[in-house]
C-alpha cells in the first residue's frame, strides 16, 4: 500500500484531518474520518471506491460545497473554514470549475450562451472572447452557435467542460463526468479533459467508478470507509495495464 503523501505549497487542494459525520446517536454517520491528503497543482487525480465508500462526500468537501465536521481544507492557498458562506461562494466562482454527469445545458440557449449563463448569474461579464477561447479548447470552436439539441452526448459534455474552464480555475471538480456517455463518447470526452491537463496544466480531481476512466488520471486515490485504502501513480504510456490494475485494486476493496 502507498503511504498518502503530505499536502505541500505545490497542492491544488489540501485536506486535514478531515471528518464528516452525518446525524446525530445511534444513527450517526462517519462518511469521511480523519482524511489527510494534498492534490498537486497541474495534474489529474482520480477518486474511487465502492458504493458508499465517500468519495462524493470527499470531492463535496474538497470543493467547500459541503463543511467538514472537523479538520482543515485549503483551496487555492485559502483555508475555506475561516470564511463565511458568501466568501465561499465568491471563492468557488473565481477558484473552481465543476463538471457533472448530467449535462446541464439550456435547450434554448446555444453552446457559447450556455458556456457564458453561469457568470452571468454570478453578475460577472465574460468577453466573448474567453467564450470563443474556452470551447477552442474543447474542439467546440466551430459549434459555438448550435443548440444542445444540435449536438451528440459527447459534445454536449465537452461544452459543460468549456463553461467549467472559461474562468480559468484553478480545480477542476469532476464527478463521475461520463457516467451518462456510452463508450466511445467518453473516451472523446476523457481525451479531452487528459489533454487540458498536459497542455494547459489545469488541475483535475475525478471521481469515477469506472477503472478505463480512472486510467487516463496520474494517480488513482482509493477510498473505502471514509478513509484513504491505497493510492497508486500510474504510467503515461499504459492505459490498458493501468485499467487492469485498477479494477484489480477495485476488487479487493470490496471483497
Sequence with gaps: MTTTRRASAQDAVELHGVRKVHGAGEHTVTALDSISIGFPRGTFTAIMGPSGSGKSTLLQCAAGLEQPTDGRIVLAGVDIGKQNEKQRTELRRKHIGFVFQAFNLVESLTAAQ????????????????????????????????????RLSGGQQQRVALARALVTRPDV???????????TVTSKEVLRMMRMLV?????????????????AVADVVVFIKDGRIADRIALTRDGHTHNAAAIAAHMTRLEA
Design 172 to 182: 477542476l471538480f469532476a464527478d463521475e463526468p461520463t457516467g451518462a456517455l456510452d
Design 114 to 149: 450556455n458556456v457564458a449563463l453561469p457568470s452571468r448569474f454570478a453578475g460577472r461579464r465574460v468577453k466573448p472572447e474567453q467564450v470563443a477561447d474556452a470551447l477552442a479548447a474543447v474542439g467546440l470552436a466551430d459549434r459555438a452557435s448550435h443548440r444542445p439539441s
Design 198 to 214: 498536459d497542455r494547459d496544466g489545469q488541475s483535475t480531481l475525478m471521481v469515477t467508478h469506472d477503472p478505463v476512466a480512472a
